[in-house]
Protein backbone atom coordinates (compact mmCIF):
# COMPACT_ATOMS: atom_id res chain seq x y z
CA UNK A 1 0.00 0.00 0.00
CA UNK A 2 1.18 3.58 -1.02
CA UNK A 3 2.40 4.69 2.68
CA UNK A 4 0.66 8.06 2.00
CA UNK A 5 -2.80 6.68 1.55
CA UNK A 6 -5.34 7.92 3.50
CA UNK A 7 -7.99 5.19 4.75
CA UNK A 8 -11.87 6.27 3.32
CA UNK A 9 -13.77 8.02 5.85
CA UNK A 10 -17.24 8.11 6.29
CA UNK A 11 -17.19 11.58 4.92
CA UNK A 12 -15.22 10.32 1.97
CA UNK A 13 -17.21 7.60 0.99
CA UNK A 14 -20.44 9.61 1.30
CA UNK A 15 -19.07 12.13 -0.74
CA UNK A 16 -17.60 9.92 -3.68
CA UNK A 17 -21.43 7.90 -3.06
CA UNK A 18 -23.01 11.68 -4.28
CA UNK A 19 -20.77 12.20 -7.19
CA UNK A 20 -21.48 9.24 -8.73
CA UNK A 21 -25.57 9.35 -7.73
CA UNK A 22 -25.29 12.89 -9.87
CA UNK A 23 -25.17 11.13 -12.69
CA UNK A 24 -27.98 8.33 -12.20
CA UNK A 25 -30.44 10.65 -14.26
CA UNK A 26 -28.08 9.97 -17.58
CA UNK A 27 -30.44 8.63 -20.04
CA UNK A 28 -27.09 7.53 -22.06
CA UNK A 29 -25.79 4.16 -19.95
CA UNK A 30 -22.27 4.36 -21.29
CA UNK A 31 -22.02 7.70 -20.42
CA UNK A 32 -23.14 7.61 -17.04
CA UNK A 33 -20.73 4.34 -16.71
CA UNK A 34 -17.49 6.37 -17.80
CA UNK A 35 -18.78 9.20 -15.26
CA UNK A 36 -18.96 7.21 -12.43
CA UNK A 37 -15.88 4.97 -13.09
CA UNK A 38 -14.36 8.52 -13.32
CA UNK A 39 -14.70 9.41 -10.04
CA UNK A 40 -14.56 6.26 -8.46
CA UNK A 41 -10.86 5.97 -9.59
CA UNK A 42 -10.45 10.13 -9.21
CA UNK A 43 -11.09 9.85 -5.94
CA UNK A 44 -9.40 7.02 -5.04
CA UNK A 45 -6.11 9.02 -6.72
CA UNK A 46 -6.44 11.59 -4.61
CA UNK A 47 -6.83 9.24 -1.20
CA UNK A 48 -4.68 6.90 -2.10
CA UNK A 49 -1.54 9.55 -2.27
CA UNK A 50 -3.06 12.11 0.11
CA UNK A 51 -2.84 14.74 -2.27
CA UNK A 52 -2.91 18.37 -1.01
CA UNK A 53 -4.77 21.25 -1.84
CA UNK A 54 -1.94 23.25 -3.46
CA UNK A 55 -1.10 19.94 -5.14
CA UNK A 56 -4.67 19.77 -6.74
CA UNK A 57 -4.09 23.39 -7.69
CA UNK A 58 -1.03 22.93 -9.53
CA UNK A 59 -2.72 20.01 -11.10
CA UNK A 60 -5.50 22.46 -12.38
CA UNK A 61 -2.90 25.16 -13.23
CA UNK A 62 -1.03 22.92 -15.65
CA UNK A 63 -4.37 21.72 -17.41
CA UNK A 64 -5.16 24.94 -17.56
CA UNK A 65 -1.75 25.99 -19.59
CA UNK A 66 -2.21 23.07 -21.76
CA UNK A 67 -5.14 24.21 -22.80
CA UNK A 68 -3.73 27.76 -23.47
CA UNK A 69 -1.13 25.87 -25.30
CA UNK A 70 -3.06 24.40 -28.02
CA UNK A 71 -4.08 25.97 -31.49
CA UNK A 72 -5.29 25.35 -34.93
CA UNK A 73 -1.36 24.02 -35.14
CA UNK A 74 -0.72 22.37 -32.07
CA UNK A 75 -2.48 20.38 -29.77
CA UNK A 76 -0.88 19.90 -26.50
CA UNK A 77 -3.89 17.69 -24.98
CA UNK A 78 -3.17 14.96 -27.93
CA UNK A 79 0.59 15.39 -26.92
CA UNK A 80 -0.29 15.12 -22.93
CA UNK A 81 -2.46 11.79 -24.07
CA UNK A 82 0.71 9.90 -26.05
CA UNK A 83 3.45 10.97 -23.12
CA UNK A 84 1.22 9.46 -20.80
CA UNK A 85 0.41 6.52 -22.91
CA UNK A 86 -2.83 6.79 -22.75
CA UNK A 87 -3.20 7.25 -26.22
CA UNK A 88 -1.16 4.47 -27.23
CA UNK A 89 -3.80 2.17 -24.64
CA UNK A 90 -6.70 3.28 -26.31
CA UNK A 91 -5.41 1.94 -29.44
CA UNK A 92 -4.39 -1.49 -28.06
CA UNK A 93 -7.75 -1.75 -26.31
CA UNK A 94 -9.30 -1.74 -30.03
CA UNK A 95 -7.19 -4.84 -30.71
CA UNK A 96 -8.27 -6.54 -28.05
CA UNK A 97 -11.73 -5.79 -28.83
CA UNK A 98 -11.21 -7.46 -32.54
CA UNK A 99 -11.58 -4.01 -34.43
CA UNK A 100 -9.16 -4.50 -36.95
CA UNK A 101 -7.94 -8.17 -36.61
CA UNK A 102 -5.31 -9.21 -38.61
CA UNK A 103 -4.67 -5.61 -40.27
CA UNK A 104 -1.62 -3.61 -39.99
CA UNK A 105 -0.79 -2.63 -36.21
CA UNK A 106 -1.95 0.36 -35.09
CA UNK A 107 -0.08 3.35 -33.46
CA UNK A 108 -1.40 7.05 -32.03
CA UNK A 109 -2.33 9.65 -34.25
CA UNK A 110 -0.03 12.28 -32.56
CA UNK A 111 -0.23 16.07 -32.29
CA UNK A 112 0.71 17.17 -35.73
CA UNK A 113 -2.36 16.12 -37.70
CA UNK A 114 -3.46 19.49 -37.90
CA UNK A 115 -3.89 20.19 -41.07
CA UNK A 116 -5.29 18.95 -44.40
CA UNK A 117 -2.38 16.94 -46.55
CA UNK A 118 -2.91 18.19 -49.97
CA UNK A 119 -3.56 15.47 -52.86
CA UNK A 120 -0.83 14.46 -54.99
CA UNK A 121 -0.61 11.64 -58.06
CA UNK A 122 1.41 9.20 -57.42
CA UNK A 123 5.25 9.48 -57.88
CA UNK A 124 4.99 13.07 -56.37
CA UNK A 125 7.19 14.56 -54.14
CA UNK A 126 6.21 14.98 -50.34
CA UNK A 127 10.15 16.43 -49.58
CA UNK A 128 10.39 18.67 -46.66
CA UNK A 129 13.83 20.41 -45.84
CA UNK A 130 17.52 18.88 -45.88
CA UNK A 131 17.46 14.92 -45.29
CA UNK A 132 18.19 12.49 -47.74
CA UNK A 133 16.00 11.55 -51.03
CA UNK A 134 13.97 8.45 -49.92
CA UNK A 135 11.82 6.48 -52.51
CA UNK A 136 8.84 5.22 -50.36
CA UNK A 137 6.25 2.55 -52.18
CA UNK A 138 4.24 -0.39 -50.97
CA UNK A 139 0.73 -2.37 -51.62
CA UNK A 140 -2.62 -2.00 -49.93
CA UNK A 141 -4.48 -5.47 -49.49
CA UNK A 142 -6.75 -6.45 -47.06
CA UNK A 143 -6.38 -9.40 -45.01
CA UNK A 144 -7.10 -12.36 -47.50
CA UNK A 145 -3.96 -10.74 -49.55
CA UNK A 146 -6.15 -9.45 -52.25
CA UNK A 147 -4.92 -6.17 -53.47
CA UNK A 148 -6.90 -2.40 -52.65
CA UNK A 149 -7.55 -0.41 -55.10
CA UNK A 150 -8.61 3.14 -54.81
CA UNK A 151 -7.55 2.99 -51.08
CA UNK A 152 -6.66 6.74 -49.60
CA UNK A 153 -3.35 7.44 -47.99
CA UNK A 154 -2.87 10.07 -45.67
CA UNK A 155 0.94 10.42 -45.14
CA UNK A 156 2.85 13.03 -42.76
CA UNK A 157 6.34 13.21 -41.62
CA UNK A 158 8.83 15.22 -40.12
CA UNK A 159 11.42 16.60 -42.57
CA UNK A 160 15.29 15.69 -42.40
CA UNK A 161 16.05 18.18 -39.62
CA UNK A 162 12.86 16.91 -37.89
CA UNK A 163 10.31 19.34 -38.18
CA UNK A 164 6.67 19.37 -39.48
CA UNK A 165 5.39 22.01 -41.59
CA UNK A 166 3.44 23.40 -38.86
CA UNK A 167 6.21 24.21 -36.43
CA UNK A 168 7.99 26.29 -39.28
CA UNK A 169 4.87 27.94 -41.08
CA UNK A 170 7.49 31.11 -42.40
CA UNK A 171 9.87 28.63 -43.65
CA UNK A 172 8.17 25.74 -44.96
CA UNK A 173 5.22 25.91 -47.93
CA UNK A 174 1.94 25.07 -46.35
CA UNK A 175 1.97 20.86 -46.90
CA UNK A 176 5.72 19.74 -46.81
CA UNK A 177 5.81 16.66 -45.56
CA UNK A 178 2.03 15.90 -46.28
CA UNK A 179 0.61 13.87 -48.95
CA UNK A 180 -3.05 12.72 -49.95
CA UNK A 181 -2.43 9.47 -52.18
CA UNK A 182 -4.47 6.95 -54.05
CA UNK A 183 -3.42 3.67 -54.91
CA UNK A 184 -3.62 2.18 -58.30
CA UNK A 185 -5.71 -0.77 -59.87
CA UNK A 186 -3.67 -3.56 -58.13
CA UNK A 187 -3.13 -1.26 -54.69
CA UNK A 188 0.24 0.25 -55.11
CA UNK A 189 1.29 3.48 -53.89
CA UNK A 190 4.79 5.49 -54.27
CA UNK A 191 6.06 8.91 -53.55
CA UNK A 192 9.39 10.66 -53.45
CA UNK A 193 10.27 12.56 -49.81
CA UNK A 194 13.69 12.53 -47.75
CA UNK A 195 14.64 10.40 -44.95
CA UNK A 196 12.76 12.07 -41.55
CA UNK A 197 15.46 12.70 -38.92
CA UNK A 198 14.45 12.03 -34.90
CA UNK A 199 13.07 15.04 -32.88
CA UNK A 200 12.04 15.97 -29.84
CA UNK A 201 8.70 16.35 -28.84
CA UNK A 202 7.57 19.83 -28.33
CA UNK A 203 9.42 20.91 -24.95
CA UNK A 204 8.24 24.24 -24.43
CA UNK A 205 5.17 24.06 -23.29
CA UNK A 206 3.48 22.14 -20.03
CA UNK A 207 4.10 18.55 -21.59
CA UNK A 208 7.85 19.60 -22.08
CA UNK A 209 8.00 20.45 -18.49
CA UNK A 210 6.41 18.01 -16.76
CA UNK A 211 8.88 15.49 -18.65
CA UNK A 212 11.68 17.42 -17.65
CA UNK A 213 10.44 17.60 -13.79
CA UNK A 214 10.51 13.47 -14.21
CA UNK A 215 13.64 13.00 -16.07
CA UNK A 216 11.92 11.42 -18.95
CA UNK A 217 13.32 11.06 -22.64
CA UNK A 218 12.12 13.68 -25.10
CA UNK A 219 12.80 12.48 -28.22
CA UNK A 220 10.87 10.24 -31.20
CA UNK A 221 12.75 7.69 -32.86
CA UNK A 222 13.02 8.66 -36.98
CA UNK A 223 9.20 7.65 -38.25
CA UNK A 224 6.82 8.37 -41.29
CA UNK A 225 2.95 8.73 -40.18
CA UNK A 226 0.10 6.78 -42.94
CA UNK A 227 -3.19 6.99 -42.37
CA UNK A 228 -5.49 4.66 -44.76
CA UNK A 229 -9.06 4.10 -45.81
CA UNK A 230 -10.97 2.15 -48.18
CA UNK A 231 -14.63 1.63 -48.74
CA UNK A 232 -15.57 -1.52 -46.76
CA UNK A 233 -12.41 -1.14 -44.93
CA UNK A 234 -11.69 -0.16 -41.06
CA UNK A 235 -9.32 2.85 -41.32
CA UNK A 236 -5.66 1.98 -40.11
CA UNK A 237 -3.66 5.18 -38.31
CA UNK A 238 -0.18 3.85 -38.00
CA UNK A 239 3.76 4.91 -38.31
CA UNK A 240 6.72 3.24 -40.23
CA UNK A 241 9.91 3.09 -38.28
CA UNK A 242 13.33 3.70 -39.92
CA UNK A 243 15.44 0.54 -38.27
CA UNK A 244 18.68 2.34 -38.30
CA UNK A 245 17.49 5.14 -36.01
CA UNK A 246 18.17 5.82 -32.53
CA UNK A 247 15.69 6.01 -29.82
CA UNK A 248 13.87 3.03 -30.89
CA UNK A 249 13.78 1.96 -27.44
CA UNK A 250 13.02 5.03 -25.45
CA UNK A 251 10.35 6.75 -27.68
CA UNK A 252 8.53 9.69 -25.71
CA UNK A 253 4.93 8.42 -26.63
CA UNK A 254 5.57 4.27 -26.41
CA UNK A 255 4.19 3.80 -29.90
CA UNK A 256 7.36 1.63 -31.36
CA UNK A 257 5.89 -2.06 -32.41
CA UNK A 258 8.45 -4.41 -33.83
CA UNK A 259 6.04 -5.07 -36.84
CA UNK A 260 6.21 -0.95 -37.76
CA UNK A 261 10.25 -1.24 -37.74
CA UNK A 262 11.51 -0.90 -41.56
CA UNK A 263 14.92 -1.08 -43.24
CA UNK A 264 16.01 0.57 -45.79
CA UNK A 265 17.27 -0.96 -49.42
CA UNK A 266 19.55 0.57 -51.77
CA UNK A 267 18.95 0.03 -55.28
CA UNK A 268 21.30 0.07 -57.81
CA UNK A 269 20.91 0.80 -61.45
CA UNK A 270 17.20 1.95 -62.77
CA UNK A 271 13.99 1.08 -61.52
CA UNK A 272 12.46 -0.92 -64.40
CA UNK A 273 12.28 -3.83 -62.17
CA UNK A 274 10.50 -1.94 -59.73
CA UNK A 275 8.66 0.07 -61.75
CA UNK A 276 7.37 -2.98 -64.17
CA UNK A 277 5.91 -3.91 -60.54
CA UNK A 278 4.00 -1.37 -59.07
CA UNK A 279 3.35 1.38 -62.10
CA UNK A 280 -0.32 0.96 -63.87
CA UNK A 281 -0.16 0.68 -67.86
CA UNK A 282 0.36 4.56 -68.70
CA UNK A 283 0.86 5.20 -64.54
CA UNK A 284 3.36 7.90 -63.14
CA UNK A 285 7.07 6.74 -63.58
CA UNK A 286 8.65 5.89 -60.47
CA UNK A 287 11.07 8.43 -59.49
CA UNK A 288 14.58 7.33 -59.88
CA UNK A 289 15.99 7.04 -56.22
CA UNK A 290 18.42 4.95 -54.74
CA UNK A 291 17.44 4.66 -51.29
CA UNK A 292 14.02 2.77 -51.36
CA UNK A 293 11.41 1.76 -48.32
CA UNK A 294 8.62 -1.10 -48.93
CA UNK A 295 5.40 0.25 -46.59
CA UNK A 296 2.93 -2.91 -47.08
CA UNK A 297 -0.28 -1.82 -45.56
CA UNK A 298 -3.23 -4.48 -44.40
CA UNK A 299 -6.92 -3.42 -44.15
CA UNK A 300 -9.38 -5.39 -42.01
CA UNK A 301 -13.03 -5.62 -43.49
CA UNK A 302 -15.50 -3.53 -41.47
CA UNK A 303 -18.45 -5.45 -41.02
CA UNK A 304 -20.79 -2.01 -40.80
CA UNK A 305 -19.47 -0.76 -44.13
CA UNK A 306 -19.90 -1.75 -47.74
CA UNK A 307 -16.76 -3.59 -49.32
CA UNK A 308 -14.61 -2.13 -51.67
CA UNK A 309 -14.92 -5.33 -53.65
CA UNK A 310 -18.53 -4.05 -54.68
CA UNK A 311 -18.14 -0.13 -55.52
Aim: proline residues 7%; aromatic residues 8%; negative net charge.
Amino acid sequence: MNPTTVAASPAMDNLERQVRASFDRSGNDRLRMLLQSLTAHLHAFLRENNVTIEEWYAGVDFLTRTGWTCSETRQEFVLLSDVLGASMLVEVLAEARGEGEGATERTVLGPFHMTTSPERELGSSIAGAGGERLLVYGRVSDTTGAAVPSATIDVWQADGEGYYDVQLPDVAPPGSGRGLFTTNSAGWFYFETVAPAPYPIPSDGPVGELLAAASRPVYRPAHIHFQVSAAGCREVTTHIFLADSPHLDSDAVFAVRPSLIRRRQTIDGDHGDLADLVVDPGGPPVPSIAEVLRVDLVLAPDADATSWRST
